[in-house]
C-alpha cells in the first residue's frame, strides 16, 4: 500500500504517522526534528515546504529523497520540480495545487494572502483579492481585506514567521492606521478579539530589526489611528484634542518626579534591565522579579485603559493592549510554576519575554502620548492618589508628586440626596442598607465620648437606640468602665491603634475589636466598636461545630 504524504499537514503530524520521517528529514539538513521539545513545539506549526525555505534546503532535493523511500506526495506542490518527479504525482487523486518557487517570490512574483502566482497572474486565494490589488495601487476597501487575509492565514496555522515577511515585504508602506482599522473592522464583522490579537503581532513586524527612530515613527502613526477612529465614532466628543505636541507633552509628564508616567517610564527601565541581566546569564532565579511585571500591568489595566475608553472613547488601547498584557501574565505565571526547564520551555519563555519587551515600545510611543494629550491634571491627581495601593515592582520606589500632595484633603458633603465621600457617593438609602448588610455589629463613639452610630441588625451585645447621644460610659456596667475609658484614652493619645479581643458569648466565639478612627494628618475623630461571630472560622480551619 503506498505511503500518502500530505505536505500541506505539519511536520509533527507527518512523523506521528510515519516516524521514518525523522531520520529522512534530519540527512537532507532539518537537525532540529530530532529534538523532542522543537518537533512538539515549532513542528506543530511548521510543514515541509516552509521548513525547506526557511532553512535554504532545495525542494527538488527534498522531494526526490521522500519519492525515493516510497513516499506518494500529496497537497501544495512546488512548480519547480523536475517533470520527471511530476509525472509521480498522482494525476486527479489529489488537491495539490502550484507553488511558486521562493526565488520567484523574491523576484516580485508573490502577492498576498496565500497567493498562488505564475508570470502573469497574481490571485490573493481565500481573500478574493484581485491581482491589480497591491500596497501601492488598492483602495482602502481592498487593502483592508488584504490585511484581514494574513490573520485568515494565522488561523489556519500558518507559521508566523511565514506571514511576518510577507507581511513586511508586500506593506512595507502600510500606515499604522490601516493596520487598526483593520483590527477595528474585524472585532464589528465579529472577530472574536483574541483572533484580531493575532493581527498585532503581525503588527509588531514593522518594529523588528528597526532603528529607535524608525520605531518611535511608527508608534507615533499609530496614535494617529487612534484620534482617527475617536474622531470617526458617533459617541466622540465633540471637541477634538490637538495629538501635533504629542511626544514632548508626555515627555514633559514623564519628567516630573512622582507623577505616574515618570514611575511607569521608571519601571520599564528597571525591567529592560532586568532582561538585558537574564538574557545574558539565563539565571531562573531572576524570573519571580520578571513576574513583577503583572504588577505594572496591573496598574495600567486598573487606572488607566478603563480612563481612556470611558471618558474619552479611545478603545484600542483597552481592547487590544490589554488583552496583550494579560496573555503575558498568564504565559508568565505558567511558566514559572513549571519546574522543568527544557528547550520548549525556554523558546516559550523567549517569545513571551520579547513580546513584554515589545509592549514597552507599544506603552511609551503609543500609550503614555494618548494619556498625556487627553488626561487632565485632576485625572493625573487621582490616577497619582489611586497607585499608591499597588505594591512597588522592579525595585522602584514611587516618588512623592510634590503638585498632587498639595491638593485640599476632600472633606465630604451632601449634594442632591446623596452622601459625597473620597471614594464615591450613595445616597442615604444605600448607605444604611450597606452598613446594615456588613456582617459585623458596629458601633461608633465620636471624640467627645458620645454614641453617634450603631447599625442594625440582631445583635450579641444589644444596643438601644436611646443610647445614642448619649456618653459611651454610662453604657457600660462599672466594672468593665475602667477598660473602655483606658482604651479610648490611649487612642486619643496615640499610644494605641487598635484593641482585639477575643471570647466566648451564647456558645459562639466572638472577635470584639475597638479601633481609633482618625483623619488623613492623624487627628483622633473617635472610636469604633466591631463585633465578628468567629464560628464560621472555627468550623472552615478546625472542623469544629459549637
Known sequence: MAKKLDLNKTVYELTQEYPELIDIMAGLGFKEITKKAMLQSVGKIMTIPKGAKMKNIPMMDVVTALMGHGFELTGAMPVSIPSQLSDRIPDGKTDAKPEVAAQEKSDGAGSGANSKTDSSTNIGAGSGIDSSVNSQTSGSANRMEQLKSYLKRLGEGEDLEDVRADFVREFGDVEASEIMQAEQEMMKEGTPLSEVQRLCDIHSALFHGATRQEKIANAEREVEASLERQKASQSAPAVQKDYSDKNARAARLEAIPGHPLNTLVRENNAFTELLARFRETRDASLLPSIRELQIHYAKKGDLIYPLLKVRYNISGPAEVMWTVDDEIRDELGALTRQNLHDEEWSGRL?????????????????????????????????????????????????????????????????????????????????????????????????????????????????????????????????????????????????????VPIWMEKEGHTMLVKYMAVRDKSGKYLGTVELVQDMEFARERFLGVRS
Open 350 to 498: 523567549d517569545a513571551v519575554l520579547t513580546r513584554a519587551e515589545e509592549m514597552i515600545y507599544k506603552e511609551q510611543n503609543i500609550l503614555f502620548p494618548i494619556c498625556a494629550v487627553n488626561f487632565t491634571e485632576e485625572e493625573w491627581h487621582e490616577i497619582y492618589r489611586d497607585a499608591k495601593d499597588y505594591a512597588v515592582c522592579f525595585g522602584v520606589e514611587p516618588e512623592k508628586w510634590e503638585e498632587a500632595e498639595k491638593e485640599p484633603d476632600f472633606k465630604g458633603s451632601v449634594s442632591n440626596g446623596e452622601v459625597v465621600m473620597p471614594g464615591g457617593h450613595l445616597t442615604v438609602e444605600q448607605l444604611t442598607a450597606l452598613l446594615n448588610i456588613i456582617p459585623m455589629e458596629i458601633s461608633f463613639v465620636d471624640a467627645d465620648n458620645i454614641n453617634r452610630f450603631f447599625n442594625e441588625g440582631p445583635k450579641v451585645f444589644k444596643r438601644p437606640a436611646a443610647a445614642i447621644d448619649r456618653e459611651v460610659f454610662s453604657c457600660h456596667p462599672p466594672k468593665i468602665e475602667p477598660m473602655v475609658r483606658k482604651i479610648i484614652d490611649d487612642f486619643r493619645n496615640n499610644r494605641l491603634d487598635s
